[in-house]
């Protein structure tokens, strides 16, 4: 027999009867041919794999999960079925076919099955190195780790770079449970084969296994380990150079110094020189890395490396540098902060290329605050003047980017240079075209205003701000509102009365219905921050006004945002200074204004349990209305 056919044939007498109760019923014989014709062979499937994603397998659970003759050989069986879903459904709980098979018969039988059920399809090589790799735990213990090996082997050949990826992490996982006895055995003999392997995709996929393979060795080995690696990083296959670029931060974060500044200097510089901005870009992004292990006696070199690539061909070899100069910072004197790092951030601040003006940009906060003390009149002079002209960058994301962490600068440089220099920057992006640029300068008020105080903010950005709530988009103007919260925690109680109350009602009796939307969920958000109390005083008023209003929309709308306010207020206040609003309007002669008050009553009643005689009466008077809908809302007001 074949090993699939050995593999079902023997599962049939082993499994202990008990099993899911929702899936007992359709796998019995005479049940299962009762139903045949109305159940797909992948439907049966689904059902068997959802039963067994919800068995519980908790610590508290006793014994394996069971599975029943019938459904082991099926899930075994589609393992290596045509259709792909199957084979997926039965490759994610393989760890459960082992659980049942017991250890040896999982050594023995289902991983050699197991390896013969490769194919080139790509899901399902995925889905096996992933659960492959958790077999470790059904084997029998760290004595036979070594045995799911070789199907990890197998996937490490996929031409699929995520399904190397994943099988090369799970060899590495297998090697920090193995023995030293079994890794100087069976691990190490496999890393050395992937390594000379004539098929690229292996010996890429062994650049990942260097790092573990490193740490797991004997001293006397490491030497040997040092030396396939370097020769890796040199392969004839960019594919496989740009693996070891890959792995190269791993490599030096264990690696002791000595080790770090004779061989993989060498191996960063000549990835660094490659001819393929790939493995340029990945080397660039282990500088941080490599300037921790290596000493200070190397700062030129760092140096010198970070200028290389600030002038490569290749924008996203720039970026990349863009990405970690922040990183690269604390391993700097602050000489050479200013005198090297510092014109080169500026000059990625003004690159071509603008996704790297992004990526620099979302750094200038991080990295201003790392600059030596003081930083303010640095900052003025370097710094400033870059950050200028990207306030009107032709790259929406750009500004967007910038506009997230501007704001903190002027805690680095004071009132007196956010004043002058800053606002009107501020200023500029708080009225930029792209809404997202403005609301990240509105969520980030709170940091100027520790700086320069509420009196000179609000001086600066309120006619800005009431320029947006003002704006002929109506996406802005709800995008302002979804903001207002946010701005008034920050700046309290008083200056929202003050200064943006007028405007939150204006919303409400906005043209655009999303825009009044908006507006009622913002009454209820500033609710919640100030409390019931002040929207009692405050906003209570305000609608009573809208609902004696001759436009039947503001009608309309205080009744929407007086049912959105009942669950911010206990019962007496809803008794005592809600319902009179909402009463006021149950003979209002729109129909749909006499429908939501049925709907509100009904909402009150919950609240503050049976309605007294002028609520009911209301709501009895409605359930007789003309208008069915309007009866039908009242009656089931009532019947609550």
């Known amino acids: 027999l074949s090993i699939h056919s050995q593999l079902v044939a023997h599962s049939l007498p082993s499994i202990h009867p008990s099993i899911h109760p929702s899936i007992h019923a359709a796998m019995q ?51 290596q079925a045509a259709d792909v879903d199957e084979r997926q459904a039965s490759l994610r709980v393989i760890t459960v076919i082992a659980e049942n098979l017991g250890p040896q018969r999982t050594r023995e039988e289902l991983i050699p099955f197991l390896i013969a059920t490769i194919d080139d399809e790509d899901e399902c090589m995925h889905t096996l190195a992933e659960e492959g790799g958790k077999l470790v735990d059904f084997v029998g213990g760290p004595q036979f780790m070594y045995t799911v090996l070789p199907l990890l082997e197998q996937l490490s050949a996929s031409e699929e770079g995520i399904v190397r990826k994943a099988s090369a992490q799970k060899l590495a996982a297998v090697a920090e449970k193995m023995s030293p006895a079994h890794v100087e055995q069976y691990y190490v003999p496999l890393v050395f084969k992937l390594t000379s392997a004539h098929w690229y995709t292996l010996r890429s996929a062994a650049c990942a296994l260097y ?185 929406n994301l750009v500004r967007a980017s910038l506009a997230t962490v501007i704001m903190g600068i002027s805690k680095l440089v004071g009132k007196k240079i956010t004043i002058e220099h800053l606002l009107p920057l501020f200023l500029k992006l708080l009225k930029d075209e792209d809404s997202t640029v403005t609301l990240n300068v509105i969520s980030r008020l709170n940091e100027v205003n520790e700086v320069i105080g509420l009196e000179d903010l609000s001086q600066a950005m309120l006619p800005a ?53 908006s507006a009622i969920a913002n009454l209820c958000r500033l609710t919640e921050i100030f409390g019931a109390k002040w929207c009692q005083t405050i906003v209570l008023p305000q609608l009573k006004t809208m609902g004696t209003s001759d436009a039947f929309i503001h009608r309309l709308t205080s009744l929407f945002a007086l049912n959105s306010l009942i669950d911010c207020f206990d019962a007496q206040t809803l008794h005592d200074h809600v319902l009179p609003l909402v009463l006021q309007l149950t003979e209002d002669n729109i129909p749909n204004i006499r429908l939501n008050v049925a709907k509100s009553l009904g909402h009150i009643s919950t609240k503050i349990g049976s309605l007294e005689p002028p609520a009911r009466t209301a709501l009895d008077a409605l359930s007789g209305d003309q208008d069915p809908d309007v009866q039908y809302f009242a009656q089931r007001a009532l019947a609550a």
Not at 489 to 511: A, I, M, P, R, Y
């Open 29 to 79: 014989p005479s049940s299962h041919a009762a139903i045949q014709p109305l159940i797909s062979v992948c439907e049966l499937q689904e059902q068997i794999v959802f039963a067994l994603c919800t068995m519980d397998t908790t610590e508290d659970s006793v014994g394996p999960t069971p599975l029943a003759p019938q459904e082991l050989a099926k899930l075994i069986d589609n393992c």
């Open 211 to 395: 790092a573990p393979l490193y740490k797991a060795v004997a001293d006397e080995r490491k030497g040997e380990v040092i030396t396939n690696y370097v020769a890796l990083s040199t392969d004839t296959s960019a594919m496989v150079r740009r693996a070891a670029a890959e792995s190269l931060g791993a490599m030096l974060d264990i690696v002791d110094p000595a080790v770090a500044e004779s061989q993989l200097k060498q191996v960063f510089e000549g990835l660094a020189k490659d001819d393929q901005d790939s493995v340029r870009l990945l080397s660039v992004g282990t500088l941080p890395k490599l300037a921790k292990a290596l000493d200070a006696s190397n700062l030129q070199y760092i140096l010198d490396h970070m200028k290389t690539a600030s002038h490569d061909a290749s924008w996203r070899v720039r970026y990349t540098l863009a990405e970690c100069i922040v990183d690269l910072q604390q391993f700097l004197p602050p000489a050479s902060e200013l005198e090297t790092a510092l014109p080169i951030f500026s000059q990625l601040l003004e690159d071509s290329e603008a996704d790297v003006r992004r990526c620099a940009a979302s750094k200038v906060f991080d990295f201003c605050n790392q600059l030596p003390d003081p930083p303010a009149q640095t900052i003025l002079e370097h710094i400033i003047p870059a950050v200028q002209k990207l306030t009107t960058d032709s790259s």
């Open 465 to 517: 701000i009431y320029d947006l709530a003002a704006n002929e988009q109506f996406r802005v103007r709800i995008a302002i509102i979804e903001n207002i919260p946010v701005v008034s925690e920050q700046l309290g109680v008083e200056f929202f009365n003050d200064k943006l109350l007028q405007s939150c009602v204006t919303w409400l009796q906005d043209q655009i219905y999303a825009v009044r939307q």
